[in-house]
Nanobody
Framework: QVQLVESGGGLVQAGGSLRLSCAAS????????VGWFRQAPGKEREFVGG????????YYVDSVKGRFTISRDNAENTVYLQMNSLKPEDTAVYYC???????????????????WGQGTQVTVSS
């Protein structure tokens, strides 16, 4: 069983930055692809981006491309989401999720992931 714990959320003004962390409870975290998702009030959970096992490949949806960066430190069993130039529309609860099924790459599908963190609130004020 893998436990994921997100941290780093908070309140920030538009244009500001936050870095979210996703810490895993297993030393084999390097064998899990990780996706970041977010869910705004009244909306469905949506995929934001992902990183593969080793961390050399990442993907971002268009709405965050160029502003968000995903990285990982497998020695620390942690994945990061650096968010710059934040906008009010980025306000949401952010979740990290981990998967081993289907290979070493992320998936945009929620149901592809076996483990989820509890979420961390990000609020961007205008």
């Amino acid at each position: 069983q893998v436990q994921l714990v997100e941290s780093g959320g908070g309140l920030v003004q538009a244009g500001g930055s936050l870095r979210l962390s996703c810490a895993a409870s297993v030393r084999t975290f390097s064998t899990y692809a990780v996706g970041w998702f977010r869910q705004a009030p009244g909306k469905e959970r949506e995929f934001v981006g992902g990183i593969n096992w080793i961390g050399y490949s990442t993907y971002y949806v268009d709405s965050v491309k160029g502003r968000f960066t995903i990285s990982r430190d497998n020695a620390e069993n942690t994945v990061y989401l650096q968010m710059n130039s934040l906008k009010p529309e980025d306000t949401a609860v952010y979740y990290c999720a981990a998967k081993q099924r289907g290979g070493s790459y992320w998936s945009e599908g929620l149901y592809e992931y076996d483990y989820w963190g509890q979420g961390t609130q990000v609020t961007v004020s205008s």
